[in-house]
């Protein structure tokens, strides 16, 4: 059965820190699919990236960076500089073979302040 | 620019009381899902739909009905509302499985 697991509840960081979120996840599948999604104060979901299982090249978006691993079955996501509006919960998310369903990890809560 | 679009954005139940989460949404997606969110937890897979006449039980079934008659809509049935049914739903469509998922803005529902 898939599983992901957030161990990181919450962190709170100040303004310009890096932070990683961990995400570990668990499939018996070859073809899988990674996400990350984020929830801001607001409640909306957000997608941010999404990986497949054969990709695990590592990946940089402006302040966002993703680095997946499948030899420790890790999918961590970094924000660097960090800032207030980063203030948000996110979620790490698993979809196994064509991505019928999404099983969801607890979420990270991350406190950004000024 | 509409995507997924769920009503009623809030709702207040009694007990045993029955009531129909609408979702609908304008980008020709095959895929539709229904998901709850608990304070505190990530979400959970209640049904999902890969198309028109096509739906299958998620993680947390029980209690919910779907049906999935048109490509756009995706109603949640809940019958016989009970407190354990407390939480914030949330629609989602995505062209096809794998792909990313658009969420609706939720419904929040209180079962007292």
């Known amino acids: 059965a898939q599983k992901v697991t957030q161990a990181q509840t919450e962190i709170s960081v100040v303004e310009k820190e890096d932070v990683t979120l961990d995400c570990v996840y668990e499939?018996?599948?070859?073809?899988?699919?990674l996400f990350w999604y984020k929830q801001p104060p607001s409640g909306e979901l957000v997608f941010l990236i999404r990986?497949?299982?054969?990709?695990?090249q590592n990946e940089i978006s402006g302040r966002y960076s993703w680095n997946f691993q499948k030899s420790t079955s890790s999918f961590n996501f970094t924000i660097t500089a960090s800032q207030v509006v980063d203030s948000a919960v996110y979620f790490c998310a698993l979809s196994e073979g064509y991505g019928n369903k999404l099983v969801f990890g607890a979420g990270t809560i991350l406190r950004v302040k000024s | 620019n509409a995507g997924v679009t769920q009503t009623p954005k809030f709702r207040i139940l009694k007990i045993g009381q029955s009531m129909t989460l609408q979702c609908t949404q304008d980008m020709n997606h095959n895929y539709m899902y229904w998901y709850r969110q608990d304070p505190g937890m990530g979400l959970k897979l209640i049904y999902y739909?890969?198309?028109?006449?096509?739906?299958d039980k998620g993680e947390v079934p029980n209690g919910y009905n779907v049906s999935r008659s048109t490509t756009e809509d995706f109603p949640l049935r809940l019958e016989l509302a009970a407190p354990s049914q407390t939480s914030v739903y949330f629609c989602?469509?995505?062209?096809?499985?794998?792909?990313?998922?658009?969420f609706g803005d939720g419904t929040r529902l209180s079962i007292l």
């Open positions: 739909s890969v198309g028109a006449g096509i739906t």
């Open positions: 989602a469509s995505s062209l096809q499985g794998g792909q990313p998922q658009h």
């Open positions: 990986r497949n299982s054969f990709d695990e």
């Open positions: 499939t018996r599948d070859t073809t899988y699919y």
